[in-house]
């Protein structure tokens, strides 16, 4: 094999590495976009809703799905309602970079039972 075909080869090997580390950067900033996106919702929406609200009409107002983003929030804030399922969502708006604002909504028997807002950092 000569000198030049091992060059070609690199290079070629190189120009593939590249455009497969670029494709999956772009791949990893949307995929952040879009959990970014389920995760947070406005200080609107969030004071919108009331308790006593039934869970579908809340959950209609919300982004689907849970966000991996929002994980670990369940064990701060206050105490959840004895046999509420809650779901936690992070402010779309705030200007502190060490702190944020958690909106937590918490459900039982297909009602809005709680709503709660806490800083988390």
């Known amino acids: 094999m000569s ?9 070629v090997t190189a120009s593939v590495l590249a455009g497969g580390l670029a494709a999956l950067a772009v791949w990893g900033v949307r995929r952040m976009g879009e959990e970014l996106k389920k995760a947070d919702i406005s200080p609107r929406v969030y004071e919108s809703l009331k308790v006593g609200d039934a869970e579908a009409d809340v959950l209609a107002e919300l982004p689907v799905g849970d966000s991996w983003v929002t994980l670990g929030l369940n064990d701060r804030g206050p105490k959840p309602p004895e046999g ?8 779309d708006e705030g200007d502190d970079p060490d702190t944020f604002t958690v ?4 459900f039982r028997e297909g009602t809005l039972v709680a709503k709660d807002t806490f800083e988390s950092s």
């Open 3 to 11: 000198r030049k075909n091992i060059v070609i080869g690199c290079a």
């Open 84 to 91: 509420a399922t809650c779901r936690y969502f992070t402010s």
């Open 103 to 106: 909106f937590r909504l918490c």
